[in-house]
């Protein structure tokens, strides 16, 4: 089936500005509370957000098999479910429903009260209940960064590196959408020319620059996903910061990987960008630098060109942008993360979330840790304000946007922005 | 509130064989399908399961604060989620209707005929919807162990295991109940001096002889649970193995932990056993080796003395026993496990499960694992029928099994019962 929702010519009777994320071929999926206070499933065109709940009881989706309450729900799962297929055609009626040529809703003032929202008069939520999530480390700078520094950087990258996406499980009940802010976690560090830890705040909380997958019902127990079919089952894609704890990583990790250094916190952009929607994005991935074993080895084009930045904001000063990498920069793309995390039968579910690991680019501009950016603390960054950060201050607040351009049309996730508090307090928090 | 089904005084009028697992101490908690093909929370005592979704409708419930479909749901996390107190008098209100001396449900044939069903007649599902599953890696003979085998026998334990209960997450969608057989999983492994992956079936399939507990709704974003409170949000218990593929560990887990190598299947145990079963087989834990930071130090008794067996299966041959040992041998007993998982204000839910790790015991056959009960494949294990092992191989069932017992009553776990079976086949197994 025809994706009709990315023709560049469409337009839309609702307003979208020129820089907007969101024109009408973009077409994302998110959860949001209602004026209200209705939790519902949605879509955004320029800075009109859309209950598709509603527009489903209107009869705007009709001959679409859809269950009543697909998106009267509080997380998209069920609707990722129903598959690929059902995706296109929800989005296509959507862009029908909005194109500038259609009369329908757009001269249904009664319809339009009901349906459409300001974004301030919405509240957005995690759009999915996710199941399982897992984190690559997919970014052949950012482990040749990484080894360099804790390392040996003549030997940066370990031997499994070339040969297999290496990843990790990660904390599901941590992951919250923008907006929420994280507290300063606390928890063991070995102080220097020490060998017995202390308790305490982290003093070294981190951002990563990331991007996550959200995956359909992929598998059975014991099956294999082949990689060349494996974007069949991926939803979408949001901006995914994965907070980190340097300190508490550096003392807890050995030997079986980052733990309470990373499930403090995790956040991601709201809106769930389809697969679809980045169709016209795709670009030629980077070279192996090895041979892949033949199940990674895969056909076309399997990355993606989104542009990504990072902005740092102090609680009283403007923000500053302190990295911009590119989505494009990953070694390891989708298809192979997904078709090694099954080449053993590991189930993949609907709204299981999949990380890239963090996206350094080639310079050191485009870093996507403050680890790097400040290779360790050795090279503080200098704020626009005047202020330097060698990490992330109490109070500062760390914004990632992501989108892609070509031909005039632009395709962006929005952002993912969340405030770094000080240590939770008992008494004052609870 | 008084624990009264915990008398050890009270009988059934079910019979209830004397080696049973299940007496009228223990009601446990599981989900099943009934032979009308509908999804139950259930008990059982003795052989005999009980349809608690069915024995509420009854009435059986009346004045304890319950919804009406509380328990006629596919998971028990909602149940679980209504506390403590609640769990506590379902829990002695089911006492009650099963002793021998309250003849209601004894003498009404028709309600009997509704509620109670024979093993044979029901098959037992996942109890929970599992969140996140985190896995520890408690065991201080089992870290021990695999540190002689592969680091250094002099410096066996790394510098941060007798500071911090190791854990690591692992992947909820894998985790399966006793009776679902597991392939044999595929994957990269690196030969004896090569520095090229080979790709192909795993040759060192082992078990791992744990337990897991099940947690209620604990903490928000950002609160830490302290360690002595730790245990009003443990539901119950299981028996869990954590199936592993020793070459596939070897090759990836460096430096982000063990990944495919464990996320092809974990089985448990289906019938949750409550803490409140558990009280009187509390015992003390180890004496610490080194002093613990505060946060991790408890007060009273919060190991649990609960013996453990693992048989080995041959398709076609009688059952082996090759491992005896006990959960009280945990370094790092369930409090110190939650308190640690949460310092970091890292959110626990209903439903979420945590492993205990391999839980070796002090001697040779009290090893909770085939490469330590073999050490490695070097010295193999003689089954009764005359075979030998290393590992484990297609066709065999791995058995395991839990029980208390102390004047008298028994309280066990049943089993977790698994067959390997080879690697999955794309033609024959879909």
């Known amino acids: 089936m025809q994706i009709s929702a990315n023709n560049p010519n469409r337009k839309s009777w609702l307003h979208v500005d020129k820089n907007s994320d969101f024109p009408i071929q973009n077409i994302p999926f998110g959860v949001f509370l209602t004026r209200d206070d ?29 269950t009543d309450d697909i998106f009267l729900q509080d997380s998209l799962n069920d609707f990722i479910a129903d598959g690929r297929k059902t995706w296109r055609m929800v989005r296509n009626r959507i862009a029908d429903i909005f194109d500038e040529e259609n009369d329908t809703l ?47 950087p003549d030997n940066a990258l370990l ?50 620059l990331e991007m996550a997958f959200i995956t359909t019902d992929a598998n059975d127990l014991g099956e294999p996903i082949p990689v060349n079919e494996a974007e069949e089952y991926i939803f979408g894609l949001v901006l995914f910061n994965d907070w980190s704890a340097r300190d508490i990583q550096k003392w807890e990790y050995v030997p079986l990987g980052p733990f309470l250094a990373k499930n403090f916190a995790s956040s991601i952009s709201p809106w769930i960008v389809t697969l679809d929607a980045l169709e016209p994005y795709r670009v030629e991935g980077p070279k192996p630098l090895k041979p892949q074993l033949p199940y990674l080895q895969y056909k076309g084009k399997k990355s993606f060109d989104i542009n990504l930045e990072v902005a740092l904001k102090p609680k009283t000063a403007k923000e500053t942008v302190i990295c911009k990498s590119n989505f494009k920069y990953m070694y390891w793309n989708m ?4 078709a090694h995390h099954t080449v053993n039968g590991c189930p993949v579910n609907s709204g299981d979330m999949m990380g890239s690991g963090t996206i350094s680019g080639p310079t050191p501009d485009s870093y996507g840790s403050m680890l790097e950016l400040t290779w360790k603390g050795s090279k503080p960054i200098t704020l626009e304000d005047g202020s330097e950060r060698k990490f992330i201050n109490d109070y500062d607040t760390v914004i990632m946007r992501g989108f892609c351009e070509k031909e005039g049309t632009r395709i962006g996730f929005g952002e993912v922005s969340t405030q770094l508090l000080p240590v939770y307090n008992p008494k004052k928090n609870k």
């Open 38 to 66: 209705i939790i519902t499933i949605g879509t955004r065109i320029g800075d009109t957000a859309i209950d598709l709940g509603a527009l489903h009881q209107l009869g705007y989706f009709d001959d679409i098999p859809l």
């Open 106 to 152: 757009k001269n249904n003032k009664k319809h339009k009260e009901i349906v459409l929202f300001r974004l301030d008069e919405i509240e957005m939520q995690l759009p999915v209940q996710i199941g399982d999530y897992t984190d690559f480390y997919s970014s052949i700078e950012h482990a040749t960064n990484v080894g360099t520094m804790f390392r040996d």
């Open 159 to 208: 031997p499994n590196w070339l040969h297999i996406p290496v990843g990790y499980h990660g904390r599901s009940s941590s992951i919250i959408p923008s907006g929420i802010p994280v507290h300063r976690p606390q928890g063991q560090t070995i102080p220097a020319d020490s060998d017995t830890p202390v308790f305490g705040p982290s003093k070294l909380v981190d951002f990563e």
């Open 335 to 338: 298809s192979q993360q997904l």
